[in-house]
Structure formats: C-alpha cells, structure tokens
C-alpha cells in the first residue's frame, strides 16, 4: 500500500521535474567537472524518479552498514597501534603496507573518540534477483549527501499534500547527525568545514553542509597552528582555537609539512596537532588503507575477525592477482570480468574486459603480470535498470544505478536514512560516476506502517544548529571573507546602477542622438570611439570577455557570493544565482532590437537579495560590510554620472549608518583602501563637499584597520575600473 502510494507521488514528480530543476539551478546546485585541464561549474543533473526501498528491505541494509563500517574502524584503529590483524594472518602485511591510502605518519595514533571513518560512503548496487551487494567502501571523504538532501527540500514543497499522504522516511537530520559525530570527537574549539577552494567539484556542498551544520568554511589560510594547536583566524587577526576540522581534501594535500611538500592548499603543522591531539580530523588522515579495493577484498574477513559475526551484506565476487591461483583466473576470463586500478576513483581506472581488442587486452594482461597489487578484477553484476526521465523524448529510459548510503559514527553509528542514487548518462552504461557525467536521483526510504522512523533517538540531546550557526558562522569572518563581502556589495550595486543609468542614455539614442551614449561611456572610462553603436550596447551588457560589462559585474558578484552561503544562507543567495541565470540568457538572445525588459529581471533580483539581507537575522556586522560596499560604489557612480547634491544624500545617510554599525570595532583594509581612493577622486569630478564628508570617516577608520594580508583574493576584483579604484 505504502509503495504504490510512493510510486503515485514519483509520478507527479515527473510533471513538476522542470519546476524541481529551477529551484535546483536558482540554489546553485552543483557538481564541477575537469575536463580537458579546465574546471566546468554544471548543475548536477538530477531525475525526478526516486529510488525506492522498502522499509524491511533498508532495516536489513542498516544492519548489514552498521556491522561493515564499525569493522572498518576497527580495522583502522588496528593497524596504526597492534597491528593484530596481521600478526594473526588474517590479511597478508605486504597488503597493508602497500596500499597508497597508508600512512606510517599516523602510525600509533588514536584519534579522539577513537573513531577514524565518521563518515563513511558505502556504494551499493542491487542485482537483477532483488540483493544487495557493496562496491565499494569510501571512508577518506565521501562526498554527495547534500545533493538528496536539498533536493527533498524542494519535493516535499512541490508536493506538500502528497508528502503528507505517504510514510517516507524524513532525511532532514543528516546536518544534526554529522554535527553530533564532529561535536563527540572535538576536543577544544569550534568546528570548521575545510575546502580546498572555490572550484573543488564539491564546493556547493562543502559550504552547505557548513551552512546546515553550523560549522565556519574554512580556506587553508584561514587555518593556523602554533604550540599545536589550530586556530582560525579572523579579518582581524584574532586567534579563535579549533577543536574538529572536517576537512574535504585528500590527506596528500592536508599538511605540506607531514605529507606532500609541494602543496599549496594543506594547513602546515596541522597533522603535528592532530598527533598531540589538540584537535579532531574528520575523517582521519590515513584512512585510505581501508578503503583501497585491494583491502575490499578482506572485509568480509575483517568482520568476523573484529566482530565475531557473519557478514550480513556481501562483496562482489573478486580476485586478487597477488593471489596466484587468483591471477590465473583473471588472465584466464579477462573477457568476462571488470578489472580496477586500486589507484584510482571517481570511476577512472575501470576497464570492462569485454570492451577491449586482443591487442588492448594484452596489453592490460601484462600490466597485471607486472603490477599483480596493483589490480583486482570482479565479476560483473547485472545490476537493476530504474527508470530515467529523458527530457528529449519526454519517456522513460532504463539506466544503471548504484545507491551511496552514508553511514555516520561518533557515539554511536547512524544510517542515514536516505543516500545518494547516481545513474548514467548513456544507457547501458555501468559507470554510474558524477565525475563521469552521471546524474542523481533521491533515495526514498519507506517508513513502516506504524510511523515515520527519525534517525535520532527522540530522547537523545539535540544539537541545536541554528544557535550554533550564528555563533560560528556569522561571529568568525576572515580576511578574505571580509573582502567578499564588501565586494559582493560594490559588485551587485555597480550592476544594479549602471543597468539603471544606462537606460536614459539609451532612449537619447533611440531619439536619433547616437552621440548621446558618449558621456555614458566617458564616466565609466569604457572607449568613447565605437563605430557600431549597437554591437558597443552589446559588448556592454553581455560580453564576458570584456571586465567593463555589465555580465562581468554579475559575475563578479556572484564568484563572490557563492563563498559566503554560510554566513548569509542558500535562501538569500538564489537571488544573486537568479541575476547570473538572467543576465547569461539574456546574453544568448543579445539582439538589442530584443525586450529591455529581461534587464529589469536582474535589477530585481538584485534589488530582492539587498532586502533579503537587510530583513534577514544575518549578523548587524556582516549587513554593514556588505552594505558599506554597495554605498561607496554608489557614491562613485552617482559622481561619475554627475548627480546632484540632493540625489547624493540618501546614500551618504545609509554610508554613515552602517559605518555606525562598526563604530569601535577592527576593520576589513578593503574600507580604508576604498574610501581613500574615492576621496581622492572627488574633488576632479566637482564633489569636494562630498571629499571632505567621507575623509571624515577616513579619520575615523585609521587606527582601526586590520593590516591582515589577503592571500587568495585577486581572482575576485577583476574589472578594468578596478585598476583605478580598489
């Protein structure tokens, strides 16, 4: 009863499938792709049919979960102190040595809690006859549980009624789960997200999840040790003490001082912390020796070693060609079996012997025989078709998918109830990877029919997030961080105002005045000499290339917004991913015989975001350095254009305010910098009043500004003008 009742609310979801991807694309959900040498930011292709799973059927899986990853942990907590595992001959020690996910750097080393995979991505796929078998075990850092997570958001808004009437297990608590295993393991501090930067593939989760968690994103700059301890530091260069790092980058790059020396994004000294134990990696560093799919193949092992059980789920059949009698046998089929590099991930490193010629499998026949570790080969599981919308045909097309089940321990272990279903993008295809162009779907997890289970026990202690959140999110802003911010308000006014000046000029020249858009031009300091009028307005708006435009100012804004989700939450930010959406399918058209009234949608959505932040409960702080950004480039503008006095009153009076906001406290040296500039300025275009009201608030600021350097922010500023004005 329940599952035909889901698979009706699958239906109607198919019907709302566009109206889910623009709430999808208006949040910036994505996944990066580098292809070729060059990142490309897409939206995550999502399909509204849902992976369905009954209620009996995931009970057994979070059996079968728990009982493989608390094996693992075991097994980690094992090798890197007695190393029993081995003394009893369980699983051969050339096998654990070997494996590139080991690191004799945290040899002897228990972290706090004890606990060394709190996240733990198990890849699953189900079989022709109904059963389960795992893939994989990832347990480095596992990525992907954000995307089910807002896109069930968006259904069960679609859909409300339709979610009332069917028991669908609520997957809301990922956030509170992660933040109870960080806050079990912390030691003294605050917690922090740390990414590798803004174009890591999964940088839209890694500031989601601290968006929903509550924990600060962090940069490595933003990351200090001293006397072994980490620090965050702020824009101010206040010292605040971290006590968990959940970090999403690979422990090759997590301390250039332990591991590879030539990285540029680790955080020096911060694995001599973790050591002394001053501080909580999540998830440890070293925990690929676990997860190599040469180990895979001993986890069944490892289960009744540590355990004392029978596994409950099952690996794929797999042959080690270390083993001889193994490596006959995958010499022997190579045909008829898949064979993986344990080097590689995300899907690369995946040969199905079926799709190779003689010569080819040859050759990967004496790759094997020479590098026997550094292979395993499977047999190929006909794993189960679902359903995927195909927006071209407007039918269903079956494709392979594999389910990631995302299994978190701090005190104790937790299934989420939920999982990331990926598919292929090719039908037939059996590599269902992101990376490799494959798409998502949501996983729904039947409730029985006495209720909707939560995943927390209901007397357990709550975390509360949106406490934490504003503690940890708002209070902690970086350097560069400050430097967003009030770029991110210079960059939506300097689009907001030049849009709007720009259209009185505009109706001069449709009057049959061209020289009429010369002054326009003259006060932006664009070329005053364009032959064709036209494809001048065109490069204006919409030429990407050019640092002038107006598409370069939304851009800009939005490099700098997409940083700040945790401070100023994934509602507010749609608004400036709507002005992005706008501006680049106005560029499409880019006819200016087209409306002008598409250009009215982005000062709206600018004009939305501005409100959104004013009446939102961000922090009174972080408002003024946005806002305080936004009025000095509308003095500039507004004296560029040549305004009146009485038009220059109303942002002078909203300048002063929000600089009252800041009365007494440390400041961003963006400010100082940029009032300078401007008072410099004035004087030239007949505005010294306006000079010497604003050097009056330079007089204040000195002495007040942070000196703090800026490590990575050029990338950020980029427009011609800026050359001019900082």
């Given at each position: 009863?329940?599952?035909?009742?889901?698979?009706?609310?699958?239906?109607?979801?198919?019907?709302?499938?566009?109206?889910?991807?623009r709430?999808?694309?208006?949040?910036?959900?994505?996944?990066?792709?580098?292809?070729?040498?060059?990142?490309?930011?897409?939206?995550?292709?999502y399909?509204?049919?849902p992976r369905?799973?009954?209620?009996?059927?995931?009970?057994?899986?979070?059996?079968g979960?728990?009982q493989?990853?608390?094996?693992?942990?075991a097994?980690?907590?094992?090798?890197?102190?007695?190393k029993a595992?081995?003394?009893?001959?369980?699983?051969?020690?050339?096998?654990?040595?070997t494996?590139?996910?080991?690191?004799?750097?945290?040899?002897?080393?228990?972290?706090?809690?004890?606990?060394?995979?709190?996240?733990a991505?198990?890849?699953?796929?189900?079989?022709?006859?109904?059963?389960?078998?795992?893939?994989?075990?990832?347990?480095r850092?596992p990525?992907?549980?954000?995307?089910p997570?807002?896109?069930?958001?968006i259904?069960?808004?679609?859909?409300?009624?339709l979610?009332?009437d069917?028991?669908?297990?609520?997957?809301?608590?990922?956030?509170?789960?992660?933040?109870?295993?960080?806050?079990?393991?912390?030691?003294?501090?605050?917690?922090?997200?740390?990414?590798?930067?803004r174009?890591?593939?999964?940088?839209?989760?890694?500031?989601?999840?601290?968006?929903?968690?509550?924990?600060?994103?962090a940069?490595?700059?933003?990351l200090?040790?001293?006397?072994?301890?980490?620090?965050?530091l702020?824009?101010?260069g206040?010292?605040h003490?971290v006590?968990?790092?959940?970090?999403r980058?690979s422990?090759?790059y997590?301390d250039?001082?332990?591991?590879?020396?030539?990285?540029v994004?680790?955080?020096?000294?911060?694995?001599?912390?973790?050591?002394?134990?001053?501080?909580?990696?999540?998830?440890a560093?070293?925990n690929?020796?676990?997860?190599?799919?040469?180990?895979?193949?001993?986890v069944?092992?490892?289960?009744?070693?540590y355990?004392?059980?029978?596994?409950?789920l099952?690996?794929?059949?797999?042959?080690?060609?270390?083993?001889?009698?193994?490596?006959?046998?995958v010499?022997?089929?190579?045909?008829?079996?898949?064979?993986?590099?344990?080097a590689?991930?995300?899907?690369?490193g995946?040969v199905?012997?079926?799709?190779l010629?003689?010569?080819?499998?040859?050759?990967?026949a004496?790759r094997?025989?020479?590098?026997?570790?550094?292979?395993?080969?499977?047999?190929?599981?006909?794993?189960?078709?679902?359903?995927?919308?195909?927006?071209?045909?407007g039918?269903?097309?079956?494709?392979?998918c594999d389910?990631?089940?995302?299994?978190?321990?701090?005190?104790?272990?937790?299934?989420?109830?939920s999982?990331?279903?990926?598919?292929?993008?090719?039908?037939?295809q059996?590599?269902?990877?992101?990376?490799?162009g494959?798409?998502?779907k949501?996983t729904?997890?039947?409730?029985?029919?006495?209720?909707v289970?939560?995943?927390?026990?209901?007397?357990a202690?709550?975390?509360?997030?949106l406490?934490?959140?504003?503690?940890?999110?708002?209070?902690?802003?970086?350097?560069?961080k400050?430097?967003?911010?009030?770029?991110?308000?210079?960059?939506?006014?300097?689009?907001?105002?030049?849009?709007?000046?720009?259209?009185?000029?505009?109706?001069?020249?449709m009057?049959?005045?061209v020289?009429?858009?010369?002054?326009?031009?003259?006060?932006?300091?664009?070329?005053?000499?364009?032959?064709?009028?036209?494809?001048?307005?065109?490069?204006?708006?919409?030429d990407?290339?050019?640092?002038?435009?107006?598409?370069?100012?939304?851009?800009?804004?939005?490099?700098?917004?997409?940083?700040?989700?945790p401070?100023?939450?994934?509602?507010?930010?749609?608004?400036?991913?709507?002005?992005?959406?706008?501006?680049t399918?106005?560029?499409?058209?880019a006819?200016p015989?087209?409306?002008?009234?598409?250009?009215?949608?982005?000062?709206?959505?600018l004009?939305?975001?501005?409100?959104?932040?004013?009446?939102?409960?961000?922090?009174?702080?972080?408002?003024?350095?946005?806002?305080?950004g936004?009025?000095?480039?509308?003095?500039?503008?507004y004296?560029?254009?040549g305004?009146s006095?009485?038009?220059?009153?109303?942002?002078?009076?909203?300048?002063?305010?929000?600089?009252?906001?800041l009365?007494?406290?440390?400041?961003?040296?963006?400010?100082?910098?940029?009032?300078?500039?401007?008072?410099?300025?004035?004087p030239?275009?007949?505005?010294?009043?306006?000079?010497?009201?604003?050097?009056?608030?330079?007089?204040?600021?000195?002495?007040?500004?942070?000196?703090?350097a800026i490590?990575?922010?050029?990338?950020?500023?980029?427009?011609n003008?800026?050359?001019?004005?900082?």
């Amino acid at each position: 009863m329940i599952e035909s009742a889901a698979h009706k609310l699958a239906h109607d979801l198919v019907n709302r499938r566009e109206a889910i991807n623009r709430e999808l694309s208006r949040n910036g959900v994505r996944f990066g792709i580098y292809k070729n040498g060059e990142y490309h930011d897409r939206l995550f292709p999502y399909d509204p049919v849902p992976r369905i799973i009954e209620s009996d059927e995931f009970d057994e899986l979070e059996k079968g979960l728990k009982q493989r990853v608390n094996a693992l942990n075991a097994y980690l907590k094992d090798i890197y102190s007695d190393k029993a595992v081995i003394h009893d001959g369980v699983i051969p020690e050339e096998y654990v040595y070997t494996s590139a996910g080991y690191f004799p750097q945290v040899n002897g080393v228990t972290p706090p809690g004890g606990i060394f995979a709190h996240i733990a991505g198990e890849d699953l796929v189900q079989g022709e006859d109904g059963r389960w078998w795992v893939l994989e075990d990832n347990l480095r850092i596992p990525s992907g549980a954000s995307y089910p997570l807002f896109v069930r958001d968006i259904e069960r808004r679609i859909s409300p009624r339709l979610f009332r009437d069917v028991r669908i297990r609520d997957n809301r608590e990922y956030p509170r789960l992660l933040r109870k295993a960080m806050d079990f393991v912390s030691t003294e501090g605050i917690a922090v997200v740390l990414t590798p930067g803004r174009y890591n593939s999964a940088f839209f989760e890694h500031a989601y999840l601290a968006e929903k968690t509550g924990a600060a994103l962090a940069f490595p700059e933003d990351l200090e040790v001293v006397d072994n301890k980490v620090y965050f530091l702020d824009y101010a260069g206040k010292r605040h003490r971290v006590g968990v790092v959940y970090r999403r980058l690979s422990d090759e790059y997590l301390d250039p001082f332990a591991f590879n020396p030539d990285s540029v994004i680790g955080v020096p000294g911060i694995l001599s912390a973790y050591r002394a134990g001053n501080v909580a990696i999540v998830n440890a560093p070293g925990n690929g020796a676990a997860d190599d799919k040469a180990i895979y193949y001993f986890v069944p092992q490892m289960i009744k070693y540590y355990l004392g059980e029978e596994p409950i789920l099952h690996n794929a059949p797999t042959y080690m060609p270390m083993f001889e009698a193994d490596r006959k046998e995958v010499l022997d089929r190579m045909g008829e079996l898949v064979i993986k590099d344990v080097a590689e991930a995300g899907g690369y490193g995946v040969v199905f012997g079926s799709s190779l010629d003689t010569t080819a499998r040859e050759e990967l026949a004496d790759r094997i025989k020479e590098e026997p570790r550094r292979f395993i080969a499977q047999e190929v599981i006909q794993f189960r078709d679902i359903d995927v919308f195909d927006p071209k045909t407007g039918e269903m097309s079956p494709r392979k998918c594999d389910l990631r089940a995302f299994v978190v321990t701090g005190k104790n272990t937790h299934v989420w109830y939920s999982g990331l279903t990926r598919y292929s993008s090719v039908p037939g295809q059996m590599i269902v990877n992101s990376s490799q162009g494959g798409g998502f779907k949501d996983t729904w997890v039947l409730a029985s029919e006495s209720g909707v289970e939560h995943e927390l026990d209901a007397n357990a202690q709550v975390v509360n997030l949106l406490s934490q959140s504003r503690r940890h999110s708002l209070s902690l802003v970086t350097a560069s961080k400050a430097d967003n911010l009030y770029w991110l308000g210079r960059y939506t006014e300097r689009a907001f105002t030049t849009l709007n000046q720009f259209f009185p000029f505009y109706d001069r020249v449709m009057d049959t005045d061209v020289d009429a858009f010369r002054p326009f031009a003259h006060a932006l300091d664009l070329p005053e000499d364009f032959e064709d009028f036209d494809e001048f307005v065109k490069n204006f708006l919409y030429d990407g290339s050019n640092p002038d435009s107006v598409r370069s100012a939304v851009t800009a804004a939005f490099n700098n917004a997409v940083i700040l989700r945790p401070e100023l939450s994934s509602r507010l930010l749609q608004y400036v991913e709507l002005a992005m959406t706008n501006i680049t399918d106005a560029a499409k058209k880019a006819d200016p015989a087209e409306s002008l009234y598409n250009h009215r949608d982005i000062a709206d959505d600018l004009l939305a975001f501005w409100g959104g932040i004013e009446n939102s409960p961000v922090d009174p702080t972080l408002k003024a350095f946005v806002f305080i950004g936004k009025y000095l480039e509308r003095i500039d503008l507004y004296t560029r254009f040549g305004l009146s006095m009485e038009e220059m009153e109303a942002p002078l009076r909203k300048l002063a305010s929000y600089s009252m906001v800041l009365d007494g406290m440390p400041l961003p040296s963006c400010f100082a910098d940029g009032l300078s500039w401007l008072v410099g300025q004035l004087p030239a275009r007949g505005y010294q009043n306006v000079a010497d009201l604003l050097q009056q608030y330079l007089d204040d600021y000195s002495g007040r500004v942070s000196a703090l350097a800026i490590k990575d922010m050029g990338s950020l500023s980029a427009m011609n003008m800026d050359a001019k004005r900082p």
